[in-house]
């Protein structure tokens, strides 16, 4: 008797044990584990500016400052770090000659209409995560007269053709940033701002030039700088010397790379206008400056001003005790434009390929793609068309092709494989791919 009471007893404590376990309910039991393995870190406030234009591009872009902590849940079992990867187009001089803008006036209505002569551009421009140019005109308004060279003045619709095109931001600090004065300077950044174009190296006040334009692409931060060695022995407005135009100087190249920093960018990307025109080298000075600038906070170097095109280089260099790949296009050629001589009638679309793992951000390779400007007889005046050259693929183009410009495009693509092609360095020709999503 006494061994059956110590039995039923030993089994009544061991019930009474294991009964929050026998009847806890399911559903608690599984939240109660997940609590367990997740810790939550909350992330201080940040400040970008600006901010990135959302897929349709439609959107004017505004300074943006986040007040509420964000808050992320992390996972003690996940061992998989975040990942980003984008690509970023460029190309070269937007300079729209007399004979340009003859060619896209419509009498009839008394417009200007760029679209179709940038439009086979388009699809390669469009699909990179962002795009630059550099904007050799201004856009001062019709009052200033619309003019080529040597005084630069275009219409408005250049700016929204550019966008429509797949454009998102332009350089404007070049040799002909003064072109139409300090009004045609402030004239030309509403102008952009009214359509939604953003800009960097010219600016309306100190605290305009003092902001760094860093813009978030895919959850990675990339800081664009601006610069022009001269401005066609022009001075800086009076009273407005310290910011109007961003000048070339490698200490302030440096300052404002470190300043983008400090607002968040993974990437610094520096457009120099610099160089001798027409030269397809790069002088002494152009060299050095890279190199210095290189070492001071800037990742990727795009040149113009040249208006051919000018080699690539990739070099590795230490930054903070790691090693790091660094790119320069010396000059980038000329995207838009009506000069006909051999190299000038030619540039590059170079495409940057970013990637982010983790914390930390690599600039993968640089890909190009030549461009070439067609020009055809019109019934009033001349037809001009920017036509992507891919070996092997007619452009789509409303424009037929002579005889003449195949054997042109030929030329350019071998041009540009005999002074660019270094796949051993990652500088190779686009590939579909490279712009697959």
Known sequence: MRNALKFVGAALAVILFCSPLIFWPADDGQTAATELSQATVTVPPTVLYPTTLPPDQTTTTTTEVSTQPVT????????????????????????PHDAILDSVYDPQTESYDFRPVLAPARSYLAEADYAVANLETRLAGAEAGYTGYPVFNSP????????????????TANNHALDQGWEGLVGTLDRLDSIGLASVG????????????????RGIKVGFLNYTEWLNGLSLPEGHEDYAVSMLDVDIVAQDAALARMWGADVVIALLHWGDEYERQPNENQVELAEEIRSRGVDVILGSHPHVVQPIEHVFEYENWRMKDKYVAYSLGNFLSAQRERYRDSGLMAYIHIEKRGLRTYVTGLS????????????????????????????DTDIELTADDEERMTAIWQEARDMLYRPGQDISPLLPADLDR
């Open 202 to 217: 010219t600016y309306r006040s100190a605290k305009e030039r003092s902001r760094p334009f860093v813009v978030d692409i």
């Open 72 to 95: 992320t849940t992390t996972s003690t079992t996940s061992t998989t770090e975040a990942f980003a990867r984008i690509t970023i187009a460029a190309v070269g001089d937007v300079m």
């Open 156 to 171: 408005l619709s250049l700016g929204y053709a550019l966008k429509m095109t797949g454009i998102d931001l332009v350089a």
């Open 368 to 395: 190009y793609l030549p461009v070439y400007v067609q020009v055809t007889p019109g019934e009033s005046s001349e037809q001009f068309r920017v036509l992507p050259v891919l070996l092997g693929s007619q452009p």
